[in-house]
């Protein structure tokens, strides 16, 4: 693990706004959903990210996602895309209707340098990492198109169709783990952290292909850390301007959840931001965050 020097930054307080999922002519996706029960899935969020925690299933640590809550899902080839609490590592997941009683779970997170990948922009379309291009097969997660060289992961999952609940199991399944390496920082070198509702734009290099990071104190105990780098044309995006305002890309308008980096409707269409899992230590007051590392 490493340390880093404190960097200028800008404050804002990180409120838990939240896009409406994109239209069908887009990607669709739904990054990081706040708290509420599974059939609130339409309301407003609340300020802590408890929708999805694990439960105990199939004897492995496991989602279930009510299906019919979904619109998304509702009709073959349909997608969505989600963070589920720590499934995954904390890394978001596609979840394709692959048949009227089968579906396809992927770890979202590109094997070549660990993007998210976005789901179908149609039903059967390919699903397309945004930084490098790489395509993957909906039917499978199969790579179709380089640079990536390894499939998706695939998640084990199973259908209880008279009940409408979709079980993610996240024991087992095919696809390469994606290794992580850890960046600690102490916060008592980020003045601009100290408060809830603080944030900054620091550089963590290697990480992120030597881009900068986002940090937002979105409460004492929670963080949000995403790339800086836009989904759209990998513009540099400023941080939020008013407390809770959106994170916006300068170059071509694209705006940004200051709450968990989703997309939100704005002038460009663009994919998620990437985000990086985060785990603060009360005892040192300080921030490690997880960064993926290709092969």
């Given at each position: 693990m490493c340390e880093h020097n404190k960097t200028n930054g800008e404050a804002a307080e990180g409120g838990c706004s939240r896009r409406g999922f994109l239209q069908r002519s887009g990607a669709l996706l739904g990054l990081g959903l706040c708290g509420g029960t599974l059939m609130?899935?339409?309301?407003?969020?609340?300020?802590?990210?408890?929708?999805?925690?694990?439960?105990?299933?199939?004897?492995?640590?496991?989602?279930?996602?009510?299906?019919?809550?979904?619109?998304?899902?509702?009709?073959v080839g349909g997608a969505i895309q989600r963070?589920?609490?720590?499934?995954?590592?904390?890394?978001?997941?596609?979840?394709?209707?692959?048949?009227?009683?089968?579906?396809?779970?992927?770890?979202?997170?590109?094997?070549?340098?660990?993007?998210?990948?976005?789901?179908?922009?149609?039903?059967?379309?390919?699903?397309?990492?945004?930084?490098?291009g790489a395509e993957f097969s909906p039917a499978d997660g199969a790579v179709l198109k380089?640079?990536?060289?390894?499939?998706?992961?695939?998640?084990?999952?199973?259908?209880?169709?008279?009940?409408?609940?979709?079980?993610?199991?996240?024991?087992?399944?095919?696809?390469?783990?994606?290794?992580?390496?850890?960046?600690?920082?102490?916060?008592?070198?980020?003045?601009?952290?100290?408060?809830?509702?603080?944030?900054?734009?620091?550089?963590?290099?290697?990480?992120?292909?030597?881009?900068?990071?986002?940090?937002?104190?979105?409460a004492a105990d929670q963080f949000l850390a995403v790339t800086s780098v836009c989904s759209h044309n990998q513009c540099e995006i400023n941080l939020p301007a008013a407390p809770a305002a959106n994170m916006v890309c300068p170059c071509h308008g694209a705006e940004y959840s200051s709450s968990d980096g989703s997309w939100q409707d704005s002038p460009q269409t663009a994919s998620d931001l990437q985000v990086f899992a985060t785990s603060y230590s009360a005892?040192?007051?300080?921030?490690?965050?997880?960064?993926?590392?290709?092969?």
């Open positions: 609130s899935l339409l309301q407003a969020c609340e300020n802590e990210l408890t929708k999805y925690p694990d439960v105990i299933a199939g004897g492995g640590k496991g989602i279930e996602i009510d299906v019919m809550a979904e619109p998304d899902l509702q009709s963070s589920l609490g720590s499934f995954n590592g904390g890394k978001p997941v596609t979840i394709i209707r692959a048949e009227q009683e089968r579906f396809l779970v992927l770890s979202a997170v590109c094997t070549h340098q660990g993007c998210t990948v976005a789901p179908p922009g149609t039903p059967g379309g390919s699903m397309v990492c945004p930084c490098h380089g640079p990536a060289e390894q499939n998706l992961k695939v998640f084990p999952s199973s259908y209880d169709a008279a009940a409408g609940i979709l079980t993610l199991n996240s024991a087992g399944g095919g696809g390469p783990e994606i290794p992580l390496a850890e960046a600690t920082l102490l916060l008592s070198d980020y003045p601009q952290l100290q408060a809830v509702g603080g944030a900054l734009k620091v550089a963590i290099p290697p990480y992120n292909d030597g881009r900068k990071v986002i940090i937002i104190r979105r005892e040192n007051d300080s921030l490690t965050i997880s960064f993926p590392v290709s092969a």
